[in-house]
């Protein structure tokens, strides 16, 4: 599986697997391409101590309508409470489209 990151000191895109350390060679943190869509969809930055939740559990779907972003805090804490709503709501969306 690979994704798009994004270099936060030199703004480079890559292609990156999971093994890739996501750091570029300057040493910085790559942005996961999760990030970067929620950033685009909500016209900000993603911000900090916050996370981008896969709400459908597809870690490689990245649509904005699949992507929450939340307090880590919260994401960690009771992730299945505070989600449950969103992931009902997709999950009935999506068996809504797929049709009969």
């Not at 994704?3 to 570029?24: P, V, Y």
Request: with cysteine; glycine share 8%; charged share 30%.
């Amino acid at each position: 599986m690979s994704a798009t990151l994004q270099c936060k000191a030199c703004g480079g895109l890559f292609e990156a697997t999971r093994s890739d350390t996501q750091r570029c060679k300057r040493g910085a943190f790559y942005r996961g391409e999760r990030v970067l869509v929620w950033e685009e969809t909500h016209g900000m930055e993603l911000p900090k101590s916050w996370v981008v939740h896969h709400l459908n559990g597809v870690k490689d779907d990245n649509r904005p309508e699949n992507l929450l972003g939340l307090p880590r805090h919260e994401h960690h804490s009771h992730p299945k409470e505070a989600l449950r709503p969103y992931e009902a709501r997709i999950k009935a969306l999506e068996e809504l489209l797929a049709g009969p």
